[in-house]
Structures are given as structure tokens and as C-alpha cells.
């Protein structure tokens, strides 16, 4: 498929167009690269929290890998990938001129509706799809303020690819920030009762966030990452569990309200 080809798929309950993106930016943050594609459809179509499935540009790798929207500016729809696994390797290496296949918008997005202050809670590539969520809550008027939480420098180079003024960070190795999880950090945090709180990261991680926000009486919403195969419904190979069931991360979520997530 060339640049600016796409196909339709037909997977049961959702579909994704499939299109040919041509990379304009690729820049390496420690153990992420942020890479920046023109994607007319898909940036007119998207909203934050959404995901597209891509595929990996090397052969031998049959399933997509999904990845969140970063940044969504004008045509150009910004990804962030961590280097964890051979597909996500391939991906993290792309150059500007290079070709990737991208389906989606896919998933349901952050609510947003009515927001004055969101506080941002990520660890690691969870915070992937926290840099969208703070342009929008910011164009909306709304209170930004986000704490991140990295493993050690590595991870942590990572900040320097987001553009949220109020930010703040934990590092487990105690290299940059506070020392310790982002968990920590959010007990300095003084929430005005109004705050909606917005998290993505592992699940271990989700579920503290769910009980700091539970003791201090504030409602939110997360975004969970699961094994993903088929990315639009079909295949059930995504589900998680939450207080209304097992339902997939593809196509219920990957957000859901925070109230909902069962902990490990
Ligand atoms: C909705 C959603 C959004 C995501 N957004 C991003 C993103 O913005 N940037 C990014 O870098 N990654 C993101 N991920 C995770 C990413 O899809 C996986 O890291 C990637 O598919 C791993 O592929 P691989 O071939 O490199 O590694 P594999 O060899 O398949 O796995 C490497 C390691 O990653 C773990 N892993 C693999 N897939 C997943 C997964 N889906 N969820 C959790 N752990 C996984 C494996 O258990 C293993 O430890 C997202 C996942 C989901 C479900
Ligand atoms: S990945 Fe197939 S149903 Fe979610």
C-alpha cells in the first residue's frame, strides 16, 4: 500500500480504516521515540484517549500493535512507543520519509464535557495518551495539572516530550523528581473538590490511583492496556474485569470510570 491508500475492514462490531502515513518527525526520548505522521482522517476523526492498531513495518509480525494518540495537531497525529518487544522496537526505529499503516481512531475516549480541572496521572508509556487529553482540557479552559511517574532516567527522558506546564514527576531510582511512584506524589497533591482525575499506566498503579481518589472523594476515569489482537471487538482476546463485567479494553474502552476497575 502506498502513501494516501486505504482499505476499509469489517471486524464484527467496529471498523478501521486502514491508511498509509508518511512520517514527517521521529525523535528518540530515551527509551521512547516520538514519531509524528500525516494523518488527515484520522486526526479530523479523533479524540483523546483513542488509539489506532499499527502495523509493524518489518516482516515476519502479523498482529498490529495498538498505540494511543499523543498529540493530535491540525493533519499530523503524534505517537509515543517505549521500546519493550521486538514489534514495538521496529516502531520506535521509523525515520522521517518512511511509510506507517495506521487504523483507528479505535476505543472510546476521555470524557471531557464540563471539566475545569483534570489532574493527570501516568506511569510510564501511560502516559502516552495524556498529552492529548491536556491540549484538549486546556483549549476547553479547564486546570491542568499532571504527575508522572518513570522506573529511573531512561524512562524518565520521556518528559521532555510533553508540553503540560504543571507537571510533575517521580522516579523509582530517585533520579529525577521526587523519589518513588507516582503514587507518592499524589499525596502532596491538594485536589480541588471539583478535579476529575484521568489515569493511565499498569493496573497495579490504576488501582492505587482508585483509592487516593476514592479517600479524597474525586471521580475520574482510566485508561487500561491489555494484550490486544484483532483492536476492534471481534476477537474478545482484550477483556478485563470491572465491576459491570468482563468487557474489552478494544472496544469499551480502553476508558472506563475509575469506579469501575477491579484491582488486582
Ligand atoms: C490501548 C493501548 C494503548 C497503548 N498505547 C501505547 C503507546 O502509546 N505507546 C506504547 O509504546 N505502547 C502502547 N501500548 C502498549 C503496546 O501496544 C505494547 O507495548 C506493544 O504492543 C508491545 O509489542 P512488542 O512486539 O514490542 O512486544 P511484545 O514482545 O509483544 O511484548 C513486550 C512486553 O510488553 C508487554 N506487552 C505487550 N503488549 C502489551 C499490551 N498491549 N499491554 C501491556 N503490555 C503489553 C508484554 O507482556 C511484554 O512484557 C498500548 C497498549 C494498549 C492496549
Ligand atoms: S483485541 Fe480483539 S476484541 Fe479486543
Redesign the pocket.
Known amino acids: 500500500m502506498t502513501a494516501g491508500d486505504s482499505a476499509h475492514e469489517g471486524h464484527g462490531e467496529h471498523w478501521a480504516e486502514t491508511v498509509a502515513c508518511r512520517v514527517v518527525a521521529a525523535h528518540p526520548f530515551g527509551a521512547f521515540a516520538a514519531v509524528e505522521v500525516v494523518a488527515p482522517a484520522i486526526a479530523a476523526a479523533a479524540a483523546p484517549g483513542q488509539?489506532v492498531m499499527v502495523t509493524v513495518p518489518a516482516p515476519g509480525f502479523f498482529l498490529r500493535?495498538?498505540?494511543?494518540l499523543?498529540t493530535v495537531r491540525d493533519d499530523r497525529v503524534g505517537?509515543?512507543?517505549?521500546d519493550?518487544?521486538?514489534?514495538?522496537?521496529e516502531l520506535a526505529r521509523v525515520a522521517v520519509g518512511e511509510t506507517l499503516e495506521l487504523a483507528g481512531p479505535l476505543?472510546t475516549p476521555f470524557p471531557v464535557e464540563g471539566v475545569t480541572s483534570g489532574l493527570l496521572v501516568g506511569g510510564g508509556?501511560g502516559c502516552?495518551p495524556l498529552q492529548y487529553l491536556a491540549d484538549e482540557l486546556r483549549r476547553r479552559g479547564a486546570l491542568v495539572t499532571a504527575a508522572f511517574g518513570f522506573r529511573d532516567l531512561r524512562q524518565a527522558r520521556a518528559a521532555a516530550a510533553f508540553d503540560i506546564e504543571r507537571l510533575w514527576l517521580a522516579t523509582e531510582d530517585g533520579s529525577v523528581g521526587r523519589p518513588g511512584t507516582v503514587v507518592d506524589l499524589l499525596a502532596g497533591v491538594d485536589a480541588a473538590p471539583n478535579t476529575v482525575v484521568y489515569t493511565c499506566g499498569p493496573l497495579a498503579m490504576v488501582a492505587a490511583v482508585q483509592r487516593w481518589a476514592h479517600e479524597a472523594r474525586l471521580g475520574g476515569y482510566a485508561s487500561l492496556?491489555?494484550?490486544?489482537a484483532c483492536g476492534t471487538g471481534s476477537c474478545h482476546g482484550c477483556v478485563v474485569a470491572t465491576t459491570e463485567g468482563y468487557l474489552r479494553?478494544c472496544s469499551e474502552g480502553?476508558v472506563f470510570a475509575l469506579d469501575t476497575v477491579v484491582a488486582p
Open positions: 488509539f500493535r495498538p498505540l494511543s499523543f505517537l509515543l512507543v517505549e519493550r518487544g521486538p514489534g514495538s522496537r476505543g508509556i502516552a492496556e491489555a494484550h490486544m479494553v480502553p
